[in-house]
């Protein structure tokens, strides 16, 4: 094993979980055993929940320009400890260098943002009578939680740590028991910036612990960041106990590309969408739609996607039974008479026997209602339906009961603005593969693929962090009584 069991972390000290129970850590990489982590007990969450809950007073009223000192320093730890970062973040997930190196750096920008919340959140003041003063405030909601998924072990943790802590909030984090050991690590630089012990905790564990977050009493907020069936889930049972919940689920992101596209720049971003981080997140391009000829486009896809090759440009899946599901997606397209441009099946890394790997994969002639169509496959896929017109691609689009992003390529701006207006996505792009929006424009999809109100990063993160408290001040009787005061 090469790193000492995963502890959980309360009170600013790691402490042994009140289990023996543990699950394997295991590289998707080449199959290395690199920890064990606690399946947690609701003893440890309640534990976690009081240590944040003594400290919330003190932190809360510490003015925000000084909490954000704690974050200018973090970031400052992130970019001394990038590669440190990113090669655990490659160790856990299974992701390429270069991929975990751009996750770590996507930490510092949304640690950045973070930093200038104080700007953001100044509040209102008006005279609205003769010396009465109306005022709002931004005030924090307590001590809240962020359950985060596999995909991406410290850039979505960060989706939410600056600004729910900026924002003087106490947080609870639960990371995937499949990749622990970069939050414990992202621990240690939150203290060693200077963070309160109890403002921040890590309690790992499984569904158990999810369940306990969703309905433990002491716990304001949830926000969460899995597939949409557990989104789902957690979102009713959240709300169900009265408490505020942002559930982010998965998608189906449909790329539409028309005959008058840039092929190498069209080609380039497509084969990059579907295979990055090995397609696994919620922006991945899965699915696209061709309208008209643009079998030239198709086939410099397929040589693009050709230079991806497992183990060098194109990271693991996560698991073994995750190899075995995509793997079955294909297979099952393929009997129902879809064809296989670039088969990405029993891939397999020399030295790396026992990673779990799949190659890039381009199915054409799919139809809108096979699975590999219709459902998240989370993996170096693409799926290829043809269609003869855009309005019959839109059709396409809207059918899938996601929302999380939508691509066009073409180089006609009215046709960009039509499909723009009409995609039923929370994020599009224009000649763009993967339509993330950069701070402080907020990450968030529509339909199946968000539940709840407000959008998890960016300024309209501070909505769902925060509540407004309203204040009306008289302070001179002379002035009388009118309807205004």
């Known amino acids: 094993m090469k790193y000492l069991p995963v ?10 979980a009140s289990t023996d129970q543990t699950l394997p850590v295991i590289s998707p990489l080449d199959g290395t055993l690199l920890a064990t982590v606690p399946l947690s007990t609701p003893k440890d969450l309640d534990a976690a929940v009081r240590a944040a809950k003594i400290v919330f007073p003190a932190w809360s009223h510490t003015p ?11 970031r400052h730890l992130l970019e001394m400890h990038l590669k440190e970062l990113a090669e655990l973040v490659s160790e856990e997930n299974g992701k390429t260098m270069g991929e975990a190196i751009a996750e770590i750096e996507k930490c510092i920008e949304l640690t950045e943002f973070a930093t200038s919340l104080p700007q953001l959140v100044t509040g ?9 003063e109306c005022r709002t405030e931004h005030v924090p909601l307590g001590v809240v939680a962020s359950i985060v998924p596999f995909n991406f072990p410290s850039m979505v943790p960060n989706w939410t740590i600056p600004n729910a802590l900026a924002l003087g909030n106490c947080m609870i984090i639960k990371p995937s028991e499949k990749v622990p050991l970069s939050v414990g690590r992202l621990a240690q630089l939150l203290k060693e910036a200077g963070l309160p012990d109890g403002v921040f905790n890590v309690v790992n564990g499984d569904s158990t ?5 969703c309905d433990h009493p002491g716990i304001s907020a949830v926000s969460f960041v899995g597939s949409t069936n557990v989104a789902k889930i957690v979102y009713q049972r959240a709300t169900h106990h009265y408490k505020r919940c942002l559930a982010l689920g998965g998608a189906k992101n449909h790329l539409l590309v028309l005959p008058d596209a840039k092929a190498d720049m069209t080609a380039q971003n497509v084969a990059a969408s579907m295979s990055g981080c090995a397609g696994q997140r919620c922006m991945a391009a899965s699915a696209m739609v061709a309208v008209g000829d643009v079998d030239h486009i198709i086939k410099k896809i397929c040589e693009e996607a050709k230079k991806i090759v497992p183990g060098q440009n194109l990271g693991a899946v996560i698991s073994k039974e995750s190899k075995e599901r995509i793997e079955h997606y294909i297979t099952e397209a393929e009997a129902q ?13 020399a030295g790396k026997e026992l990673g779990t ?9 799919v139809k809108p209602d096979m699975k590999v169509a219709k459902e998240e496959i989370f993996g170096p896929v693409i799926s290829i339906m043809r269609t003869n017109t855009v309005d019959e691609a839109l059709a396409i689009e809207n059918a899938n009961p996601y929302g999380n992003a939508a691509s066009v390529f073409t180089q006609n701006g009215g046709m960009a603005r039509y499909v723009i207006d009409r995609a039923s996505a929370g994020m599009i792009g224009v000649n763009v593969g993967v339509p993330v929006p950069r701070e402080p424009f907020s990450f968030g999809g529509w339909n199946e693929s968000k539940f709840g109100v407000g959008d998890i990063t960016g300024k309209s993160s501070i909505e769902f962090w925060t509540k407004l408290k309203k204040s009306t001040v008289k302070w001179n009787p002379e002035a009388g009584v009118n309807w205004m005061s």
């Open 209 to 213: 612990i999810v369940n306990a977050i």
């Open 124 to 132: 209102e003041v008006l005279e609205v009578s003769k010396g009465v």
């Open 7 to 16: 502890q959980n972390y309360i009170n600013g000290q790691f402490v042994d």
């Open 64 to 74: 925000i320009k000084e909490r954000v000192q704690v974050l200018f320093r973090y």
């Open 337 to 349: 008479g879809a064809r296989i441009l670039l088969d990405g099946r029993n891939a397999t890394v």
């Open 357 to 365: 790997y799949v190659g890039p994969t381009v199915i054409d002639y």
